[in-house]
């Protein structure tokens, strides 16, 4: 099972990005995926939660109207469409298949998730 973020980038506040996150060796559409961030000095910390068939979606309240996750089974890849950014959405960005059962509901915490990409790092600065 294989996870592989893209997208990450320099950008100004105000500005957009979206972020890829490429799944391989597992029946990618069985399970939610969720997206996670962690600045430098902080925890890990859950972002937005796709379930498997991306019909039920969710959001931290941190980033609520401003990001928006999908995901396209066919190409075994969720999204993260990141808009409105701010200096405090600097981070490190990963994505996590859910670890346990019902593996095709989003779960809102982080140990509900597991086999972690290596990340994508987000800076947000003028």
């Known amino acids: 099972l294989q996870l592989v973020e893209s997208g990450g980038g320099l950008v100004q506040p105000g500005g957009s990005l979206r972020l890829s996150c490429a799944a391989s060796?597992?029946?990618?559409?069985?399970?939610?995926i969720g997206w996670f961030r962690q600045a430098p000095g902080k925890e890990r910390e859950w972002v937005s939660c796709?379930?498997?068939?991306?019909?039920?979606?969710n959001y931290a309240d941190s980033v609520k109207g401003r990001f928006t996750i999908s995901r396209d089974n066919a190409k075994n890849t969720v999204y993260l469409q990141m808009n409105s950014l701010k200096p405090e959405d600097t981070a490190n960005y990963y994505c996590a298949a859910k670890n346990r059962s019902p593996f095709s509901l989003c779960g809102l915490r982080l140990e509900d998730f597991d086999s972690w990409g290596q990340g994508t790092p987000v800076t947000v600065s003028s």
């Open positions: 796709t379930s498997s068939g991306g019909g039920t979606t």
């Open positions: 060796g597992f029946a990618f559409d069985y399970y939610a």
